[in-house]
Antibody, heavy 125, light 107 residues
């Protein structure tokens, strides 16, 4: 079955970087894009960016531009999200989610159909 | 960035009640609107895509409607297992934003 397995919880100090992985199985990794979404405690979901797993093209939220890097390793069917210059406000659960695409006669539409279980990142001195 | 205003932020209803959540976009997003359900400690789950299409396997008591800037999500008959927070999410120019969420509780 289609599955996204994320790496384990991380504890980081302010100013450090964190790299979270998301291993895909059950489908052709390079045929889909992958989103990264985070959720701080008690807060709304927050989109960070996505990567086209086929060609490696990325798009980032303006909020995280310059601090986030999303990459992929096609041989390992794994996407990565690295966030740098961490601060306490980056304490959150980080999710990867597969981007699904559909089409009507007139347009394409997109949604996130499969999600990882999330990786907790705690930033604390 | 397009802002998504979701209301109410929370609601309490009885089992069997009809529940309605609204989501308003700060500009026209056509049908580019999805709805997710998130239970505590769990990842979000897709319920509705492209404003009104029910994801496979999702119960038919869930529905969505709207286009442009105003969207509605409805649970026709609230069930105990529907206790969760619901989020709308738009995509424009392949950049995404989520609404603030609606926490649904049983009265």
């Amino acid at each position: 079955q289609v599955q996204l397995v994320q790496s384990g919880a991380e504890v980081k100090k302010p100013g450090a970087s964190v790299k979270v992985s998301c291993k895909a199985s059950g489908y052709t990794f390079t045929s889909y894009a992958m989103h990264w979404v985070r959720q701080a405690p008690g807060q709304r979901l927050e989109w960070m960016g996505w990567i086209n797993a086929g060609n490696g093209n990325t798009k980032y939220s303006q909020k995280f531009q310059g601090r986030v890097t999303i990459t992929r390793d096609t041989s390992a069917s794994t996407a990565y999200m690295e966030l740098s210059s961490l601060r306490s406000e980056d304490t959150a659960v980080y999710y990867c989610a597969r981007r699904q695409v559909g089409a009507t006669r007139y347009y394409y539409y997109y949604y996130m159909d499969v999600w990882g279980k999330g990786t907790t990142v705690t930033v604390s001195s | 960035d397009i802002q998504m205003t979701q209301s109410p932020s929370s609601l309490s209803a009885s089992v069997g009640d009809r529940v309605t959540i609204t989501c308003q976009a700060s500009q026209d997003i056509s049908n580019y609107l999805n709805w997710y359900q998130q239970k505590p400690g769990k990842a979000p789950k897709l319920l509705i895509y492209d404003a009104s299409n029910l994801e496979t396997g999702v119960p038919s008591r869930f529905s969505g409607s709207g286009s442009g800037t105003d969207f509605t999500f409805t649970i026709s008959s609230l069930q105990p297992e529907d206790i969760a927070t619901y989020y709308c999410q738009q995509y424009d120019n392949l950049a995404l934003t989520f609404g603030g969420g609606t926490k649904v509780e049983i009265k």
